[in-house]
T-cell receptor, first 114, second 116 residues
Framework: QKEVEQDPGPLSVPEGAIVSLNCTYS??????FMWYRQYSRKGPELLMY????GNKEDGRFTAQVDKSSKYISLFIRDSQPSDSATYLC??????????????FGAGTQVVVTP | DVKVTQSSRYLVKRTGEKVFLECVQD?????MFWYRQDPGLGLRLIYF???????EKGDIPEGYSVSREKKERFSLILESASTNQTSMYLC???????????????FGDGTRLSIL
């Protein structure tokens, strides 16, 4: 079983809708949680970065972490066609042997239709 | 802005060839990483380096080696390419790690490698 599970999609939504993405994980040592966006034929770019539990908001993006359920979410409000991309969750622990190592989900493909 | 540059966007090589993938970062980052990305599997860590001439194995190091002679450059080497190494290869970098801390990684645009 993978340490990080993410539904690959594709997830198709109409422009203006809320996009809801999530990942589950099994390693309770994970403390750092990230969301990356990857456009076709490009590298991943960092969208959101949170430590431990709670919510973080940045413009149209909201990241939530629920450590008790081992579940993280990303919400995109007022979605635009330019949000069409693959969204990757990533996480890491604070143990010495995990310094700098990220565990990624497989990525969810999102398509926002005009 | 951090710039991570991978020398080739697309590369086609033959089985058995020795293949070099190059990565350069311009932000004086201590740590550099090589991943491969395959559909349904996400990104998997091959090797990483936390200093010049230092390297650590990631989750899937078999069939690969790395070289870091200068701080800004990290090379991935396929010693004898095989068809199952056809993949997207991504390089990333991050500043110095501190205990009980972490930094998000900055990625290049990837090299799509095909082994025939």
């Amino acid at each position: 079983q993978k340490e990080v599970e993410q539904d690959p999609g594709p997830l198709s939504v109409p422009e203006g809708a809320i996009v809801s993405l999530n990942c589950t994980y099994s390693n309770s040592a994970f403390q750092y949680f990230m969301w990356y966006r990857q456009y076709s034929r490009k590298g991943p770019e960092l969208l959101m970065y949170t430590y431990s539990s709670g919510n973080k908001e940045d413009g149209r993006f909201t990241a939530q972490v629920d450590k008790s359920s081992k579940y993280i979410s990303l919400f995109i409000r007022d979605s635009q066609p330019s949000d069409s991309a693959t969204y990757l969750c990533a996480m890491s622990a604070t143990t010495t042997d995990s310094w700098g190592k990220l565990q990624f989900g497989a990525g969810t493909q999102v398509v926002v239709t005009p | 802005d951090v710039k991570v540059t991978q020398s080739s966007r697309y590369l086609v090589k033959r089985t058995g060839e020795k293949v070099f993938l190059e990565c350069v970062q311009d932000m004086d980052h201590e740590n550099m990483f090589w991943y491969r990305q395959d559909p349904g599997l996400g990104l998997r860590l091959i090797y990483f380096s936390y200093d010049v001439k230092m390297k650590e194995k990631g989750d899937i190091p078999e069939g690969y080696s790395v070289s870091r002679e200068k701080k800004e450059r990290f090379s991935l080497i396929l010693e004898s390419a095989s068809t199952n190494q056809t993949s997207m290869y991504l390089c990333a970098s991050t500043p110095e790690l501190q205990q009980y801390s972490n930094q998000p990684q900055h990625f290049g645009d990837g090299t799509r490698l095909s082994i025939l």
